[in-house]
């Protein structure tokens, strides 16, 4: 399978849509070049969007950004990136499970072109904006990385777009590597409600997971779950480059099944203060205290770990 491969994995077609539409199979929301294409209205809210754009070894696509700010984030492959006159050349990498990408901050109200000699994937995660700000490049070394949790909840996050690691007006974006067997976003939490220590923001996560020894496709669960004012209740098996939308509610854990390491990206935004202020379950909050008496998992933390740089 190339890395610019968008068809659907086998398995999908046994699996029966999910109601409210919070959870889209791969290949369900295609359209063009864009192997994702998810924007607000179809998304049945006001802020949030993503799309994945597939290119052929060769091809470019252009797109206008109308009024939302967008990431270009590789998934898989290189890519040059052109807009307002300036461009930048985005390394990118073999796949997610293969290390930390560059990545391109694109404003509202601009024209953008992405070419690619190889050919891949490429994340374009967007937020409604209210302010024009530049076109950047930022390298790979400059994205700060962390290690979340501890024992079988340990994960790497990678803060790309937060409010304290990178300027923007609204968007908010990271990804997260469960090894397999491992739970994360974890314990559940929320973020629908402006009040102190909480932001209200609308949620995607985009999953991709990883194949068995020989090739078997993997996979993953994903729990949403809401409170007596407002009910939401989910449960689904996730498989790669599925979607599922948190609109509210609590949501987690992300569970990677045993043998097949999980990826996701998350793209957030909403109408206050950009913030990833986050209110934990009080029923399972208390998880986050056992970690202390835990230690990282190792495949997070050994000399070449493979989620840190090496192959996944």
Known sequence: ???????????????????????HLAGSLAKG??????????????????????LEPGQSASFGTGNQEV???????????TCDGEEHDLHGRPNVFAGVTDFAYVPCAATVTVASALG???????????????FRYRAAPQTPVELRGAGNCSRRVVNYCMATTFEADH???????????????????????????????????YFEVGKGPS????????RIYGTPGRPIDLLVEVHDRDL?????????????????DLYYLNAMAGPGARAWLVSDDPAHAWVRESWERQHIDPRLTEPGARDLGGEM
């Open 1 to 23: 399978m190339t890395i610019e491969e968008a068809a659907s994995p086998a398995g999908n077609a046994r699996r029966p849509p999910v109601p409210k539409a919070l959870h």
């Open 33 to 54: 070049p864009w192997a994702v294409s998810l924007m607000q209205p179809e998304a049945g809210w006001s802020w949030v969007s993503l799309r994945a754009l597939v």
């Open 71 to 81: 990431l270009v984030l590789p998934l898989a492959g290189s890519c040059k990136v």
């Open 120 to 134: 891949g994937r490429f994340a374009v995660p967007g937020a409604m904006a209210q302010q024009r700000l530049p």
């Open 171 to 205: 968007l908010i974006v990271c990804e997260v590597i469960t090894p397999g067997g491992n739970w994360s976003s974890y314990p559940p939490h929320k973020h629908d409600e402006e009040r102190p220590g909480e932001a209200r923001l609308e949620e995607i996560y």
């Open 215 to 222: 090739g078997e496709p993997g996979f993953a669960y994903q």
């Open 244 to 260: 599922v939308l948190v609109p509210h509610g609590y949501h987690g854990p992300s569970m990677a099944a045993p043998g097949y």
